[in-house]
């Protein structure tokens, strides 16, 4: 089953920026569409985040439009979430999603989260 890594989480100030990465360890990866979200607590639910489609196309959370982005290289079977501007309501668990083809009958995929911290 392909596995999800997530990295680039940490520590920054607000109005720093950060780059998560999410690598799948098979070029298959290009077929998932794939999403970030992330999870404040003492929430319990995800929050949806950014999603990009297999050719490129790209949605964002209101909170987050205009100031996040999301990208994938083939090449590296990795997506990215470059996150400028961060702001104090910014803090989570960012947890990459990635979903296959329908056709393919399997199921969805989660990496293990990247803490993200933003404090002055």
């Known amino acids: 089953q392909v596995r999800l890594v997530e990295s680039g989480g940490g520590l920054v100030q607000p109005g720093e920026s950060l780059r998560l990465s999410c690598a799948a360890a098979?070029?298959?990866?290009?077929?998932?569409?794939v999403s970030w979200y992330r999870r404040q607590p003492p929430q319990k639910e995800r929050e949806l985040v950014a999603?990009?489609?297999?050719?490129?196309?790209?949605t964002y959370g209101d909170p987050v439009k205009g100031r996040f982005t999301i990208s994938r290289d083939n090449t590296k079977n990795t997506v990215y979430l470059q996150m400028n501007s961060l702001r104090p309501e910014d803090p989570a668990v960012y947890y990459c999603?990635?979903?296959?083809?329908?056709?393919?009958?399997?199921?969805?995929?989660w990496g293990q989260g990247t803490q993200v911290t933003v404090s002055s």
């Open positions: 999603t990009i489609s297999t050719v490129g196309g790209t």
């Open positions: 098979t070029s298959a990866f290009r077929a998932y569409s």
């Open positions: 999603n990635a979903r296959p083809p329908i056709l393919w009958g399997e199921d969805n995929l």
